[in-house]
């Protein structure tokens, strides 16, 4: 299983970008996808996740301005992010967690990056005027 990310860029704060991750997950029913973000000399964090139900959970910092979206049949997790700050400057990463058996709880998603075993090399998305 892999996954690639694209999408990122630099932006003035105000403006907006969407973030795509293609991946192959095509015999796995169950899975998380979460995008995460590191900055320089910070530790990464997680930004969003989705489940195979659509079930979504968002950072705080990023609540009402991102949306995390999946297409099934393009098999392509996708973050839009509106409302751009100074602050969302950090390279972005997709991961996944595909499995057998279901479903994939959300629960400490964000917070334990652990438990996703897929990632992708990341994105860099710059926000400055």
């Known amino acids: 299983v892999q996954v690639e990310e694209s999408g990122g860029g630099s932006v003035q704060p105000g403006g907006s970008l969407r973030l795509s991750c293609i991946a192959s997950w095509h015999t796995y029913t169950h899975y998380c996808m979460a995008w995460f973000r590191q900055a320089p000399g910070k530790e990464r964090e997680g930004v969003a996740v989705?489940?195979?139900?659509?079930?979504?959970q968002y950072a705080d910092s990023v609540m009402a301005r991102f949306t995390i979206t999946l297409d099934k049949f393009k098999n392509t997790l996708s973050l839009q992010m509106n409302s751009l700050k100074p602050e969302d400057s950090a390279m972005y990463y997709c991961?996944?967690?595909?499995?057998?058996?279901?479903?994939?709880?959300?629960?400490?998603?964000?917070?334990?990056?652990?438990?996703?075993?897929?990632w992708g090399q990341g994105t860099q998305v710059t926000v400055s005027s």
């Open positions: 989705i489940n195979e139900y659509g079930g979504t």
């Open positions: 991961a996944a967690d595909f499995r057998e058996e279901g479903p994939c709880l959300l629960d400490q998603r964000l917070e334990r990056r652990e438990l996703f075993y897929t």
